[in-house]
């Protein structure tokens, strides 16, 4: 088992967008009607936050390198997906941005299943924010060049949070050494 520090910075804006019971309901309109946010503290809902701040989920990171995982291929036929899923772990629950509030609000337009257009407001934070954490690799099978590439892949492909597909919360690994 092998344990690295790793640090990654965020080189696009990073948005949260926590989908719990609160953040659904306030999207569930009843269909034919028009939908308005009446509420201009919705984007409360979206936030991952407590008492020490915002915070990624470790989830978000992990998954992405899984998604970056599957970009790589690997000889002689596959891809590293499950080998990420099965030997990558990281040992924080939380991340923490060291940030008390959000940097910008950021305003979309999703449509819902019936056609109608919602207003999501997402907290936003911009590039530049460094997340550290600890990676623990639990097969020394596994070279530091390969899982430097599935940073990359994951950073510059995948991203964490919402809005990846449009481009949001790239990053890239800013700090790698085995502890």
């Known amino acids: ?15 949260q967008a926590r989908f719990g019971e609160d953040a659904q ?13 009446d509420d201009d503290e919705s984007w409360k809902k979206l936030t991952y936050a407590d008492d020490k701040g915002f915070y990624v ?6 998954e992405s390198l899984v998604n970056g995982g599957k970009a790589i291929k690997r000889k002689p036929y596959g891809n590293f997906k499950n080998i990420v899923q099965s030997y990558f772990r990281i040992e924080e629950e939380k991340i ?5 509030e959000q940097d910008y609000l950021n305003t979309s337009y999703p ?3 019936d056609g109608q257009r919602v207003t999501l407001i997402h907290p936003a934070f911009n590039p530049g ?5 600890t990676l623990i690799v639990s097969s020394a099978d596994i070279d530091i060049k390969t899982i430097k590439l599935i940073f990359e892949k994951a ?6 949070g919402a809005w990846r597909a ?5 990053y890239e690994l800013a700090k790698f050494e085995e502890v």
Request: hydrophobic residues 40%; positive net charge.
């Open 25 to 37: 309901a306030s999207l569930k309109v009843k269909a034919g009607t028009k939908s308005k946010i």
């Open 155 to 160: 950073g510059l492909e995948c991203g964490i």
């Open 57 to 62: 989920p470790t989830m978000q990171i992990r």
């Open 1 to 15: 088992m092998l344990k690295y520090k790793c640090a990654i910075r965020t080189i696009s804006p990073y948005l």
């Open 166 to 170: 449009g481009g949001f919360g790239r």
């Open 96 to 100: 923490y941005l060291n940030k008390k």
């Open 111 to 113: 449509k819902r299943a």
């Open 129 to 133: 924010l460094e997340l550290i954490f």
